[in-house]
């Protein structure tokens, strides 16, 4: 199976387009329940910019955390913003921390225990259902940080003080 993308949003396009500029072969994967365990979880908030927080999907995200993240403590409004404010990027139950050239302002925050190995996590590319691609979390994670700048991507510890 090829990564197909003519399916692909305009940002995981830039993201995949990117990767393969780097020497990095995205893998392609079809997207189930039966591999949920490498998806990660994908929240997007709006407050003065968008914000992308990505974790482990079996993990919550206590809304603490959330709200000291994005500024805000209203996190429905901030959640509706988030999805109107990437609206023209992806569809929901198709978001992923992926952003076309141009978009601004954001900021992604990754989770450092699920980025930080070489187990592979897997993102949709948009909008084909069930079509996605993964790669090892550890090149996800500089993939990240090298197209879209330090400034806009964190490695955080989300769950650092929970027991």
Request: charged share 20%; net charge neutral; proline share 4%.
């Amino acid at each position: 199976m090829t990564l197909n993308l003519s399916h692909a949003t305009s940002g995981a396009r830039r993201f995949i387009e990117f990767a393969w500029s780097k020497g990095y072969d995205p893998n392609p994967v079809k997207l189930t329940e039966g591999n949920r365990h490498i998806q990660p979880t994908t929240l997007i908030y709006g407050t003065d910019r968008t914000y992308f927080v990505v974790f482990n999907s079996s993990q919550r995200i206590p809304r603490l955390v959330t709200g000291d993240l994005i500024g805000s403590r209203d996190l429905k409004r901030a959640a509706m913003q988030g999805e109107a404010n990437v609206q023209r990027e992806m569809r929901t139950g198709y978001m992923g921390p992926f952003v076309s050239e141009g978009f601004e302002p954001f900021r992604i925050f990754l989770d450092y225990t699920t980025f930080k190995g070489n187990g592979h996590v897997a993102f949709y590319l948009g909008n084909e259902k069930d079509d996605g691609f993964s790669l090892p979390a550890n090149s996800f994670r500089e993939l990240s940080v090298d197209l879209y700048g330090a400034e806009h991507v964190k490695t955080l510890y989300l769950f650092q003080n929970m027991s």
